[in-house]
């Protein structure tokens, strides 16, 4: 398994829900980051928590981490249609490469 | 700011002939990384630069792909020959700082198919 396994691999939800993606890794970390890619698009930053950080708020998005299990979680309350994309988890390891997990596709039904 | 520029969007080539894409980073961004995405193995790293100077480049496939950056805002990956395996969407990205511990930003990709 690569580093960086995000679950569910789909989503699918109603507008207004809530939706929660995990991620787990495998060594220890420096930082983990969140994106965004919506269909045929690059990836967009979201949301970068520090290894000596729990949880992060950025909007509608909350993100923790348990380095103690190796995982992360990602929560977009109150969801919106145009959140529908995938989301992957990177996290970083040493130096500057960052490993991507395989992303969660999530669908936001209006 | 135009953010990271890539071309061409979309490739479309016979198999055997040479592919470059082109990726123009962040203006002040130090770091600029390629990428390539597929279904079948996800989101890989290639290559990576730091001020111009390829810092990793353990995640290229074969010597059939080969990437330089002569100035700080200019990169290329060639692919010669090109192959039908190849097809996949190269992404760019950059960042300032030290890369993986920053935002990484991404281009839109080029949408490579060798047939």
């Known amino acids: 398994s690569q580093q960086g396994e995000e679950d569910p691999q789909a989503l699918s939800i109603q507008e207004g829900e809530n939706a929660t993606m995990n991620c787990s890794y495998k060594t220890s970390i420096n930082n983990l980051q969140w994106y965004r890619q919506n269909s045929g698009r690059g990836l967009v930053h979201l949301i970068l928590i520090r290894s000596n950080e729990r949880e992060k708020h950025s909007g509608r998005l909350r993100v923790t981490l348990d380095t103690s299990k190796k995982s992360s979680s990602l929560l977009i309350t109150a969801s919106r249609a145009a959140d529908t994309a995938s989301y992957f988890c990177?996290?970083?390891?040493?130096?500057?490469?960052?490993?991507f997990g395989e992303g969660t596709q999530l669908t936001v039904n209006p | 700011d135009a953010g990271v520029i890539q071309s061409p969007r979309h490739e479309v080539t016979e198999m055997g002939q040479e592919v470059t894409l082109r990726c123009k980073p962040i203006?002040?961004?130090?770091?600029l990384f390629w990428y390539r995405q597929t279904m079948m193995r996800g989101l890989e790293l290639l290559i990576y630069?730091?001020?111009?100077?390829?810092?990793?480049d353990s995640g290229m496939p074969e010597d059939r792909f080969s990437a330089k950056m002569p100035n700080a805002s200019f990169s290329t990956l060639k692919i010669q020959p090109s192959e039908p395996r190849d097809s996949a969407v190269y992404f760019c990205a950059s960042s300032h700082g030290t890369g993986g511990r920053e935002t990484q930003y991404f281009g839109p990709g080029t949408r490579l198919l060798v047939l």
């Open positions: 203006s002040g961004h130090d770091y």
């Open positions: 630069f730091n001020n111009n100077v390829p810092i990793d």
């Open positions: 990177a996290t970083e390891t040493s130096g500057s490469r960052l490993t």
